[in-house]
């Protein structure tokens, strides 16, 4: 997905207009909605003090604007071929199913990609069972890896994830 279509998520998602968006950033009144809609629609790109800026007031970690284009089906099937290339992604059948699977044998980044996904995994769960909000949810996921620091196991639950979820229990008490 380009970086504009990330750009136009968030911002809906924040409840914020173009010009709201773009005087925040420093730019002019006047032309403050221009410029976001310049980026938003692929025909300016942001440099990447503008990245950090605009992450930083739609409050997501600058990963989560500038994700790989995967705008179309062949994009992403691209996308993947080369995670299967890099990381020891495998496609596989469970139960009937297309599943995706990490050979964590092919290499240190397949090793490291696999706690990720462990560690998404268990968030995942964590929501599904109702342990956490699915607002707390998409903090994890849209500030990733910030609340995912301690990734050194694959079974216990990350350093950031369990300061967020003490930090939600002790404000319900």
């Known amino acids: 997905m380009a970086i504009g279509e990330r750009i136009h998520f968030f911002r809906l998602l924040r409840g914020m207009t173009q010009k709201y968006l773009g005087m925040a950033l420093g730019f002019p009144e006047k032309s403050a909605d221009v410029r976001l809609a310049q980026y938003e629609t692929g025909s300016r790109t942001p440099k990447a003090d503008l990245t950090a800026a605009l992450a930083q007031v739609l409050d997501v970690s600058p990963h989560a604007l500038s994700v790989p284009d995967i705008d179309s089906y062949v994009g992403l ?77 694959t079974k216990a639950m990350s350093q950031g994830l369990s300061d967020m979820l003490l930090a939600q229990m002790e404000g319900e008490e």
Request: include cysteine.
């Open 77 to 153: 099937m691209h996308t993947l071929f080369t995670l299967e290339d890099n990381y020891g992604l495998k496609i596989s059948e469970m139960d009937g199913e297309v599943c995706l699977k990490v050979d964590v044998r092919k290499n240190k980044d397949a090793a490291r990609l696999h706690e990720m996904l462990c560690s998404w995994q268990q968030a995942a769960a964590m929501l599904e069972a109702g342990e956490i909000s699915k607002e707390d949810y998409d903090k994890w996921r849209y500030h990733y890896p910030e609340f995912d620091t301690a990734q050194k196991r």
